[in-house]
């Protein structure tokens, strides 16, 4: 990656992750019809980036947007959302889209997001030129949310992380495995992890839910995620990482008790809905990882780390 977003650690900073010091990158009204813009994913394409935003409307109707940036960092995103073509279905009803994911894999950009079809499930779409769009079977029955998928097969069949929930705002949620052989048909569901017990790692004893694409290293596969916890004045979402199995991904290897970034900025901690740090994307090059979360439910950010002092903080301080 020739350009990676990048703003090294601050001078006195001792924390394995830091925030952008330009936060938010992409603020709540960066196009004409939105009242937020926030969980969103972002991939390396041609000479810069692409990638997909939510961006909800000043009606409050969630939809999805194609973007583009040459520095990863300044942003166009398009004023009108995704129109999808029938890809694997001719079904493409949905009621909303919502917090999407995007990787590259084989010949195409796979994107997933939570679909509205009587209930959230998961929603599967492809692209090859972030202009035309193809929508294929939802992966799973309602209610479903955090669908990502890893950027490569394993053991020939594609593979997703999601976290089965209900029609509201599910205050439960473990993180769950799924196979495909062909992006149309899942099963083979495993079981991942669970919210943390109170008493041992309370920011993530919830709910947790997968975030960014995982990242191969070799030590596994590393998955920044989620965690909330309910406190008196609601639910408090928090970013940590954990180390999968690379032949496995359902055995976690490795978990971070204490949290990596956790609401603080005032762009985190006031919004449409206070106190939410949410990773949808991550960025490498090697050993620096830049990832994007989106803050309050209301506008985009970055934060920057190393992967290698990250295995090592979850490896020293594991669940």
Not at 59 to 83: C, L, T, Y
Not at 89 to 108: L, W
Not at 272 to 283: R, T, W
Request: with cysteine; charged share 20%; hydrophobic share 35%.
């Amino acid at each position: 990656m020739k350009n990676l977003p990048w703003e090294g650690r601050p001078e006195g900073c001792r924390d394995v992750m830091w925030r952008f010091s330009h936060n938010p990158i992409i603020d709540r009204y960066q196009i004409p019809v939105s009242n937020s813009i926030f969980n969103s994913a972002v991939v390396p394409f041609g000479d810069g980036y692409a990638g997909v935003f939510r961006c909800d409307n000043r009606a409050v109707q969630m939809n999805i947007f194609a973007g583009f940036s040459k520095d990863g960092v300044n942003w166009e995103i398009e004023h009108e959302p995704i129109r999808f073509n029938a890809g694997n279905t001719d079904m493409i009803d949905s009621d909303y889209k919502y917090d999407p994911r995007v990787t590259f894999i084989g010949d195409r950009y796979w994107i997933t997001w939570c679909n509205g079809y009587h209930g959230p499930t998961i929603g599967i779409g492809y692209t090859f030129d972030f202009k035309e769009f193809f929508q294929c079977e939802n992966a799973f029955l309602p209610f479903n949310r955090n669908g990502v998928l890893f950027p490569e097969k394993i053991n020939g069949k594609y593979a997703m992380l999601s976290r089965p929930s209900d029609n509201g705002h599910t205050p439960f949620g473990d993180i769950w495995l799924s196979y495909s052989p062909d992006m149309k048909y899942w099963g083979e569901h495993r079981h991942v992890m669970s919210p943390a017990p109170f008493d041992q790692s309370a920011w993530q004893c919830t709910k947790v839910g997968a975030g960014s694409v995982p990242i191969l290293t070799e030590q596994g596969w590393l998955m920044f995620f989620h965690g909330v916890i309910t406190t008196c004045n609601g639910f408090r979402y928090s970013m940590g990482a954990a180390l999968l199995d690379r032949e496995d991904p359902s055995k976690v290897i490795y978990r971070s008790k204490p949290y990596l970034l956790a609401p603080a900025a005032p762009y985190e901690l006031a919004g449409d809905v206070p106190n939410v740090v949410f990773p949808c994307a991550a960025l490498t090059d090697g050993d620096r990882v830049a990832v994007y979360y989106g803050a309050a439910d209301t506008s985009v950010c970055m934060a920057f780390g190393y992967i290698s002092e990250i295995i090592e903080f979850i490896k020293n301080n594991s669940l």
